[in-house]
């Protein structure tokens, strides 16, 4: 039944978004470079203990990684390969999120069979490992979209209508915030989650919106708090 309800939400986006609820003149898909072949992740068994499949969806994040930091200490994995050796990512999509309330978020909802190779190949520019879009689809599009295919294409819908501010080596999270809005008329200040690791270093950007894709504030806090100094791990040289 959740999961049902998210969909029927889900199914919506792309109405919404041509009825104007994004910024106009998207910029266009952005480009990155693939190997030949793209082998997909095998279908993988959740842990019993983050499936949640009775928390209804309160709200939606669109989670943002800042490629160098995921890189950093792990340039030799093979299933990132495209993030940290044939590319030069900044932001990348992490994935899309429904949330439920009071920090109770469904998880694991349904089977998640392997994506096929194909619709791997047409997301890894935006979420550039196979094994990270399988676990998205598994974790988060089961539980409001009946394929990966519906789920990656909604994703994608909202990580194109993103526009994406030039990133200082140092700042704070107040000015990343602030960027952000600049760059994204309609979202809204206290939308913009951002979470670091050790040192203040960014690991993610998360924007919120509401049940109808309207930017909205989050509930729960937004991580950074305006005066924290954030660093950003750098780009793999050319």
């Not at 983050?50 to 669109?62: G, N, Q, S, W």
């Not at 952000?180 to 998360?206: C, H, Q, S, W």
């Given at each position: ?70 890189c ?13 050796r044939?590319?030069?990512?900044g932001?990348?999509l ?12 469904p ?21 550039p490992?196979p ?18 295919e ?17 990133m ?34 960014l690991?993610?950007?998360?924007l ?7 930017p ?14 954030v ?8």
């Amino acid at each position: 039944m959740i999961a049902a309800r998210a969909g029927l939400l889900a199914l919506s986006l792309a109405a919404l978004l041509t009825a104007g609820f994004a910024p106009p003149a998207a910029p266009p898909p952005r480009a990155c470079s693939l190997p030949t072949t793209v082998i997909p992740a095998p279908e993988r068994t959740p842990p019993a203990n983050e499936i949640v499949r009775d928390a209804p969806t309160a709200f939606y994040m669109l989670a943002l990684t800042w490629a160098p930091e995921a890189c950093r200490g792990k340039a030799d994995d093979p299933d990132l390969a495209v993030q940290c050796r044939a590319n030069r990512f900044g932001f990348v999509l992490h994935g899309l999120w429904p949330d439920g309330a009071g920090g109770r978020h469904p998880r694991y909802c349904g089977p998640a069979p392997a994506i096929a190779p194909a619709t791997v190949r047409r997301h890894l520019c935006m979420t550039p490992s196979p094994e990270s879009l399988q676990h998205e689809w598994a974790a988060h599009g089961t539980c409001g979209w009946t394929s990966p295919e519906a789920y990656f294409a909604d994703a994608q819908r909202l990580w194109r209508r993103l526009r994406l501010p030039p990133m200082p080596a140092l700042t704070t999270a107040g000015e990343i915030r602030a960027a952000f809005v600049r760059a994204n008329p309609g979202v809204r200040r206290e939308g913009i989650y951002i979470k670091t690791v050790e040192d203040g270093r960014l690991m993610d950007v998360r924007l919120c919106y509401d049940l109808a894709w309207r930017p909205a504030a989050c509930p729960g806090g937004l991580g950074a708090p305006d005066a924290a100094t954030v660093r950003l791990t750098p780009r793999r040289p050319r």
